[in-house]
């Protein structure tokens, strides 16, 4: 019988860097920003809900939010520059 390895979105023993899967992603980019859920979906206006529903697996981004979450991983600054200067 063939054994599935462990997928280290539903381990919460998994570092960030082993992330494979969609919420492993969202973690990740979250952690390493360092804020909580509340605060990084404030910061990055991300719906809490969405975002909460999206670290339990509950929940997959679309191409858009992932688009977004990987700019906010490679260019935080830029992205809070761009949200200050736009209304709202």
Avoid: C, K, N
């Avoid at 063939?2 to 992330?19: C, L, N, S």
């Avoid at 992603?25 to 360092?34: E, F, H, M, S, Y």
């Avoid at 509340?38 to 909460?52: C, G, N, P, Q, S």
């Amino acid at each position: 019988m063939m054994t599935r390895p462990a997928d280290p979105a539903i381990d919460e023993a998994a570092t960030p860097a082993r992330a494979r899967s969609a919420r492993a992603l969202i973690q990740a980019v979250r952690w390493r920003t360092g804020l909580s859920q509340a605060d990084f979906a404030r910061v990055f206006r991300i719906d809490l809900t969405l975002l909460e529903d999206l670290e339990r697996g509950d929940a997959r981004p679309d191409s858009a939010l992932t688009a977004y979450l990987r700019v906010i991983d490679h260019a935080p600054e830029a992205v809070l520059e761009a949200l200050r200067r736009a209304p709202g």
